[in-house]
């Protein structure tokens, strides 16, 4: 690992010239890094997909792979395409230099590398990979991985894409009133416990949860990334988090604790998702009718006097031995036409 | 006596400061190891015909002199390795120019390495 002002990084310089390679080698561990080498494009591969670097500085002209198929090769590879590369060579022409950064290399000296210019611009590469990790790491930290993994591939732009997905609503019944009979803290440990809960149960079925708001959560099974059976999974994961409040209800009431009971409903079909918000704060989400339906079927649960309510499209998309019992047609504020609505039998496995 | 033409040493005198006057000893053993192999297979290239191995090889022999201060056999590996396999094979023998050139700088850097 690398401290602050990159100092004891790990770095492969690839050079198929033996001066060049201890030359640069020697200039690097005078800086305080740690160095390997390599000799050609191809040897450099191998080894950058063997163990971790934190810097490659790569010459072009090389026997067997030279630098430019390097970094077309980098550029391909999800887990090394953020792998900054600084381009020391002695190369004519401007074209090549502009190749090499077009390419994705992060900078160019032309050999014999003056020393300093080569600290300033290693420092400043490492530097900025420093920031880049960080802010990998908030991505990571503060949306669904799928989320992450889909901004690291595709990047971030504001507006959606049509999916075909589910979508839950999920809520704690009567938040209110159990908030104003409990301390805060017992109502922010409280919910702090049923968020994991309900997280553990989304994700393992490969889920995001894309909105919290107090004691409601809104979950995507089939965005960002496609999930064939988003149906049954969206499904399985109310089933587990029924039982998942049960366990827990079980553990609260032993200690004498206030138990809790949540309400889902689920909606099957098209829908954009996206990012929205504004470039400088936005949030992944999912809008459309079924979106509507979900949220309608979630608040439905009360009336209904069931624990998990989807609707007909979500039906459809279970197996025909599915425990469901259907309540006919409801109308939903917000809806002019009645939809179809079922009960999923929380006692049995779907 | 150090030829002052053959080798700059403003840049000598660098390399010695920015990476420690005994490497510097070192990687001039190096490069009188690895320059003659150069020098070799840049005859060998132009005699086969092998224009990329031709033009690497000058490549880095140019690269190699320019860090140590060979200015002028930096240069004729220059015209070499933009020249190609033409200017390889002109008349006034370069490879044999460019050998002598070697020979003098080979000399002044092991006096250099001395001092």
């Given at each position: 690992?690398?401290d602050?002002?990159?100092?004891?990084?790990r770095?492969l310089v690839?050079?198929d010239?033996?001066?060049n390679?201890l030359?640069?080698?020697?200039?690097?561990?005078?800086?305080?890094?740690?160095?390997?080498?390599?000799?050609?494009g191809?040897?450099a591969?191998e080894?950058l997909?063997?163990e971790?670097?934190?810097?490659?500085v790569l010459?072009?002209?090389?026997p067997?792979?030279?630098?430019?198929q390097v970094?077309?090769?980098?550029a391909?590879?999800?887990?090394?395409r953020d792998l900054?590369?600084v381009?020391?060579?002695?190369?004519e022409g401007l074209?090549n230099?502009?190749?090499?950064?077009?390419l994705g290399?992060?900078?160019?000296?032309?050999?014999p590398?003056n020393?300093?210019l080569?600290?300033?611009?290693?420092?400043?590469?490492?530097e900025?990979?420093?920031?880049?990790?960080q802010?990998k790491e908030?991505v990571?930290r503060?949306a669904a991985?799928?989320v992450a993994?889909d901004?690291?591939?595709s990047?971030?732009?504001l507006g959606?894409?049509?999916?075909?997905?589910?979508?839950?609503?999920?809520d704690?019944?009567?938040f209110?009133?159990l908030v104003?009979?409990q301390?805060?803290?017992a109502?922010?440990?409280l919910?702090?416990?049923?968020?994991?809960l309900?997280?553990?149960?989304?994700?393992s079925?490969g889920?995001?949860v894309?909105?919290?708001?107090?004691?409601?959560?809104?979950a995507?099974f089939?965005?960002p990334?496609?999930?064939?059976?988003?149906c049954?999974?969206?499904?399985r994961?109310?089933?587990?988090?029924?039982?998942?409040?049960?366990?827990f209800?079980?553990?609260q009431?032993?200690?004498?604790?206030?138990?809790?009971r949540?309400?889902i409903?689920i909606?099957?079909?098209?829908m954009?998702?996206?990012y929205?918000g504004t470039?400088?704060?936005?949030?992944?989400t999912?809008i459309g009718?079924?979106?509507?339906?979900a949220?309608?079927?979630e608040?439905?649960?009360?009336?209904a006097?069931?624990?998990i309510?989807i609707?007909a499209?979500t039906r459809?998309?279970?197996a025909?031995d599915?425990?469901l019992?259907?309540?006919?047609?409801?109308?939903?504020r917000g809806?002019t036409?009645?939809?179809e609505v079922?009960?999923?039998?929380?006692?049995?496995k779907? | 006596m150090?030829?002052?033409?053959t080798?700059d040493?403003?840049t000598?005198?660098n390399?010695?400061?920015t990476?420690?006057?005994?490497f510097v000893?070192?990687l001039?053993a190096?490069f009188?190891?690895?320059?003659?192999?150069?020098l070799?297979d840049l005859?060998?290239?132009?005699?086969?015909?092998?224009?990329?191995?031709?033009?690497?090889?000058a490549?880095s022999?140019?690269?190699?002199?320019?860090?140590?201060g060979?200015?002028?056999l930096?240069?004729m590996?220059?015209?070499?390795e933009?020249?190609?396999?033409?200017?390889?094979r002109a008349?006034?023998d370069p490879?044999g120019?460019?050998a002598?050139?070697?020979?003098?700088v080979a000399?002044?850097?092991?006096?250099?390495?001395g001092d």
């Open positions: 690992m690398t602050r002002n990159g100092h004891g990084a770095l690839v050079d010239n033996k001066v390679r030359l640069l080698t020697r200039n690097l561990e005078l800086m305080g890094h740690r160095v390997t080498t390599a000799e050609n191809r040897v591969l080894m997909r063997r971790p670097f934190d810097l490659l010459d072009i002209e090389m067997e792979m030279n630098g430019f970094l077309e090769q980098l391909h590879d999800l887990q090394l900054p590369v381009v020391t060579s002695s190369l074209d230099v502009v190749r090499c950064i077009e290399a992060e900078d160019y000296l032309t050999k590398v020393a300093v080569l600290k300033a611009r290693i420092s400043a590469s490492l900025k990979k420093r920031l880049r990790d802010q908030l990571r503060f991985p799928e993994q901004l690291q591939q990047g971030f732009t959606g894409k049509r999916v075909n997905g589910t979508v839950m609503f999920c704690i019944r009567d209110t009133p104003e009979s301390s805060p803290e109502t922010i440990e919910l702090n416990t049923y968020y994991t309900m997280f553990n149960a989304i994700s079925q889920g995001i894309s909105v919290m708001a107090a004691d409601g959560l809104m995507v089939g965005a990334l496609p999930l064939p059976d988003h049954a999974a969206a499904v994961a109310a089933l587990e988090m029924i039982e998942l409040i049960e366990l209800n079980a553990e009431a032993a200690a004498g604790k206030t138990t809790i949540i309400g409903g909606a099957s079909g098209e954009v998702a996206g929205t470039n400088e704060r936005a949030t992944y999912c009718d079924t979106v509507n339906i949220s309608r079927l608040g439905h649960t009360k009336q006097g069931r624990a309510l609707d499209a459809a998309g279970l025909s599915a425990s019992e259907a309540l006919g047609p409801v109308t939903v809806k036409q009645a939809v079922f009960a999923v039998d929380a006692g049995r779907t | 150090t030829n002052t033409a080798i040493r403003a000598f005198e390399l010695e400061q990476a420690g006057a005994d000893r070192e001039v190096t009188l190891t690895e320059a003659p192999r150069m070799d005859g060998a290239a132009l005699a086969a015909g092998d224009a990329e191995k031709f033009r690497r090889t490549h022999l140019k690269s190699n002199s320019n860090t140590f060979a200015l002028t930096g240069a590996a220059k015209n070499l933009l020249g190609g396999l033409a200017a390889g008349a006034d490879i120019t460019l002598r050139e070697y020979g003098r000399q002044a850097l092991t006096e250099l390495k």
